[in-house]
């Protein structure tokens, strides 16, 4: 029977360890987060044969070495995760309870069977089914879930996993085990299939809500691409209205040269043509990069500086093609410029300046924006990046700007001192 357990228990962890290992987004290299799993693994087994080979009647050692294991295998998956919050503590406690349904499920089995071999066996089939299943069907909104955080914390949501988690274990382990209270049995199974409905609930809300912040912030982007197109349209309505103004005066402008020539007044044949050069730049389109996406966006970023009166440097080298999504890019680039001019529209007029470096070619990513700021700013703890003050919807910029960075495999680094304000993301292609 003891054989029993330990042979269980270790199937627990073996499938507690692939079940993190697959569902999170790893900080280390495979082979040194696989060894960091192992040590792992290893040390809750010798807990095991502590508890149940040396100190088998002991409920306090029991009790005990449960508390240790349990903090070594939330440590483990924070340790190893890229990202290190409440998002990675609920995928934990969600595989400590994914595999405790398999340990209860194999303590079913040996009750009614008396079977060792069938025991372990259905232990393994469910551990099996359990994670793969989830794995190709749920997979993709839990790493939805890991990647965004639109809320600002998910720390009520650890309350889920954490309450079913105690309620097995005083169900089948402690401080009676299913063998010794096999009425238990019923309520156990009822707890599980309680437990895999309200993980889909809680999964679906998870995957809806980010769909709808997903569905903003692409709405988001294409108006500010219309509102650019629109702008771009009246420009070149209003410069070709010039054009032909001027075209038509050109022959008036021609008399006057040639009759300023015969009188040999040079100076007024200059100023003329200063003039006529005046009219032509005046009625030039700007633009900033060959991309059209890019350069909309960048136009209608140049335009609401304009209006309040704030001064933009731009350093732009894009090319037509560019290595990236140009929609995501364009909208990294809205949402920097946006916050940096929202930061200084209501300073004095000399400190009305944002200057931007935005660079991407085939080789890096850069973008590096600056600009003063005068109030103080509070940096997230985890991802470094500032947040917002204006309320519980602002701040998903910043959001997107991360996972875009994250996808590529890119580097942001922020940081305010003496009243500037500094921001660069790095991607090395």
Known sequence: MVYFKDISYMLSHVFFMAFIYLFLMHRYSPKKTLGICFISFSVMNLLDYVKLNLFPDSKLCYFFADIIQILVAQSTGLFISKKRDSRVLFIGLSASNYVIVGSITASILYIYTNNFFLALVGNTLMHVVILFVLFFRIGNIFHKFYEWDFRKGWWELCLIPSFFFCSFSCLAFFPYTLYEYPENILVSIFLMITMLVSYVVVLRYVDSETKQVEGYWKNVMFESYIKGLESQYYLVEQSEKNLKILRHDIR??????????????????????????????ENKIVRYCENLIINTILLKMAEQAQSFQITLQLDILIPKQIPVNEYEFALVIANLLENAVFNVKNLEPIKRYVDAKIHCTTEYLLIDIENECEKEVNFDSITGLPKSKRGENHGLGMQSVLVFSDKL???I?????NNHFRIILFVNF
Not at 254 to 277: P, V
């Open 413 to 417: 680094d922020c940081y305010c001192e």
């Open 409 to 411: 495999g890119g580097n």
């Open 252 to 281: 008036h402008y021609s008399t006057m040269i040639d009759s300023l020539l015969d009188q040999e007044e040079y100076d007024e044949i200059r100023n003329i043509a200063e003039h006529i050069n005046e009219v032509v730049n």
